[in-house]
């Protein structure tokens, strides 16, 4: 059986800053170290004006662990914080052991996550970003090369090092999946453009990661009597999907809409991640709503409902008409179902609830809809088909002239037809 590595993890608690954000932001460290099947043996934290440049902490906390080290038999020691290049480089030499930081965590989750071909391009991209500064390498690779053209690239003579070869072989590398990138990116913006074409709405679930998205995704396909093909992964973890989903939402009065899953926010969420995943995200950019999820259950549910609004923020979604879906309301001491404005408590694993989210989304998306009474000329059936089709049906009746419907139809479609229109 593989020794599981060790850890100890260290962060800095900000003077000024709110405690209760530093305690959440170290024991969420936790959880994605054992994310990532590492574990936790240790915590040292220190309280400080601001991060120590050259070392993210002090002299004397660098001493504490490595007292914790030897006690613990630790390997590894992470950091809450992106370090820089000299940070890493100064840490493993004092430590003399693995030293890693938040990002690096964060970003070997996404690539076990990732499964589809978009995704798996997204983080390979975003990790090679991360390590081109970081390349500071062992002593003993930062030797001399000389002679031919190592791992297949030309070489610029006696003098390169081994840290250049390795720049220039990643920087050609993050090119070649750049544009595999764009070209599915391409293909993605093509839907999207159809999907507009298509006047089809489309609902956006946001949220921290683990709030509950893919398992409202699933209950509102169940409670809509979807087929189960369409269900998506769910699972009680961090970022346990990265790729979109988009499911269409059939209603039994033809007022469908799309209803697409994004991958979920974190704290201090690596922007190399953000930068990779824009295409990804432009889905919410692009939608009619967003479905804020929250888990109401987490004592934190207000820091995590800041950090997914900053992270929305800088990625320039804005403005967009937005639901808050309080879920795992089963977990909190509040009743369930109800709706509180623009705010439904819910339970999605219970499916309770999912009936009131699906009258608020369609309160938002489906304003610009009128009831009319449409007389049809019995050689206009095309016109018939296309209202079965794209309204609400309420009443057929056959008349001397043609086919009476009663409807609710988009506003576009009344103005569209008004000659049929009777008063």
């Given at each position: 059986m593989?020794?599981?590595e060790?850890?100890?993890?260290?962060?800095?608690?900000?003077?000024?800053?709110?405690?209760?954000?530093?305690?959440y932001?170290?024991?969420?460290?936790?959880?994605?170290?054992a994310?990532c099947d590492?574990?936790?043996?240790?915590?040292?934290t220190?309280?400080?004006?601001?991060?120590?440049?050259?070392?993210?902490i002090?002299?004397?906390?660098?001493?504490?662990?490595?007292?914790?080290?030897?006690?613990?038999?630790?390997?590894?020691?992470?950091?809450?914080?992106?370090?820089?290049?000299?940070?890493?480089?100064?840490?493993?030499?004092?430590?003399?052991?693995?030293?890693?930081?938040?990002?690096?965590?964060?970003?070997?989750?996404?690539?076990?996550?990732?499964?589809t071909?978009?995704?798996?391009?997204?983080?390979?991209?975003?990790?090679?970003?991360?390590?081109?500064p970081?390349?500071v390498?062992?002593?003993?690779?930062?030797?001399?090369?000389?002679?031919?053209g190592?791992?297949?690239?030309?070489?610029?003579?006696?003098?390169?090092?081994?840290?250049?070869l390795?720049?220039?072989?990643?920087?050609?590398?993050?090119?070649v999946?750049?544009?595999?990138?764009?070209?599915?990116?391409?293909?993605?913006?093509v839907?999207?453009?159809?999907?507009?074409?298509?006047?089809?709405?489309?609902?956006?679930?946001?949220?921290?990661?683990?709030?509950?998205?893919?398992t409202?995704?699933n209950?509102?396909?169940q409670?809509?009597?979807?087929?189960?093909?369409?269900?998506?992964?769910?699972?009680?973890?961090?970022?346990?999907?990265?790729?979109?989903?988009?499911?269409?939402?059939?209603?039994?009065?033809?007022?469908?809409?799309?209803?697409?899953?994004t991958?979920g926010f974190?704290?201090k969420?690596?922007?190399?991640?953000?930068?990779?995943?824009?295409?990804?995200?432009?889905?919410?950019?692009?939608?009619?709503?967003?479905?804020?999820?929250?888990?109401?259950?987490?004592?934190?549910?207000?820091?995590?409902?800041e950090?997914?609004?900053?992270?929305?923020?800088?990625?320039?979604?804005?403005?967009?008409?937005?639901?808050?879906?309080?879920?795992?309301?089963d977990l909190a001491?509040?009743?369930?179902?109800?709706?509180?404005?623009?705010?439904?408590?819910?339970?999605?694993?219970?499916?309770?609830?999912?009936?009131?989210?699906?009258?608020?989304?369609?309160?938002?998306i489906?304003?610009?809809y009128?009831?009319?009474?449409l007389?049809i000329?019995?050689?206009q059936?095309q016109?018939?088909?296309?209202?079965?089709?794209?309204?609400?049906?309420?009443?057929t009746e056959y008349?001397?002239?043609?086919t009476?419907?009663?409807?609710?139809c988009?506003?576009?479609d009344?103005?569209?037809?008004?000659?049929?229109?009777v008063?």
């Amino acid at each position: 059986m593989e020794k599981k590595e060790k850890a100890i993890l260290v962060g800095v608690h900000i003077k000024g800053s709110r405690d209760d954000e530093f305690d959440y932001s170290m024991e969420e460290l936790g959880e994605l170290a054992a994310a990532c099947d590492v574990e936790v043996v240790g915590m040292v934290t220190q309280k400080l004006e601001r991060i120590n440049g050259s070392h993210y902490i002090g002299k004397g906390k660098i001493e504490e662990v490595n007292t914790l080290k030897e006690m613990t038999e630790a390997d590894t020691v992470i950091f809450d914080d992106e370090l820089s290049p000299s940070q890493i480089r100064n840490l493993e030499a004092d430590l003399d052991c693995k030293v890693i930081d938040r990002t690096i965590l964060i970003l070997d989750i996404f690539a076990r996550r990732a499964k589809t071909k978009e995704a798996q391009l997204q983080v390979e991209i975003a990790k090679m970003q991360y390590m081109l500064p970081r390349l500071v390498g062992l002593r003993a690779s930062l030797s001399r090369q000389g002679g031919g053209g190592g791992a297949g690239l030309s070489n610029k003579g006696t003098g390169e090092t081994k840290l250049e070869l390795d720049r220039r072989k990643i920087e050609e590398k993050i090119v070649v999946l750049g544009r595999e990138l764009a070209a599915i990116v391409a293909q993605r913006e093509v839907q999207r453009r159809q999907r507009k074409k298509n006047e089809i709405p489309v609902v956006s679930l946001v949220g921290y990661t683990n709030a509950g998205k893919s398992t409202i995704m699933n209950a509102m396909l169940q409670v809509h009597n979807q087929s189960e093909e369409k269900q998506v992964f769910e699972k009680d973890m961090l970022f346990a999907t990265l790729e979109t989903s988009i499911r269409s939402i059939q209603q039994s009065d033809q007022k469908s809409f799309l209803l697409t899953d994004t991958v979920g926010f974190v704290k201090k969420l690596p922007h190399h991640l953000v930068k990779a995943f824009r295409s990804t995200l432009e889905e919410a950019a692009e939608a009619d709503l967003l479905i804020h999820v929250v888990d109401f259950s987490n004592p934190n549910h207000q820091q995590l409902i800041e950090t997914t609004n900053e992270t929305l923020k800088s990625i320039g979604i804005e403005d967009i008409p937005t639901i808050i879906a309080y879920n795992k309301a089963d977990l909190a001491d509040v009743p369930f179902p109800s709706i509180e404005g623009e705010a439904v408590y819910l339970s999605a694993k219970q499916k309770v609830g999912i009936k009131e989210l699906t009258e608020l989304i369609r309160k938002k998306i489906f304003k610009d809809y009128v009831q009319c009474k449409l007389l049809i000329p019995f050689d206009q059936g095309q016109i018939i088909s296309y209202f079965n089709n794209h309204a609400h049906v309420l009443q057929t009746e056959y008349e001397e002239n043609g086919t009476m419907l009663h409807v609710e139809c988009k506003k576009a479609d009344y103005e569209k037809y008004r000659d049929y229109v009777v008063n």
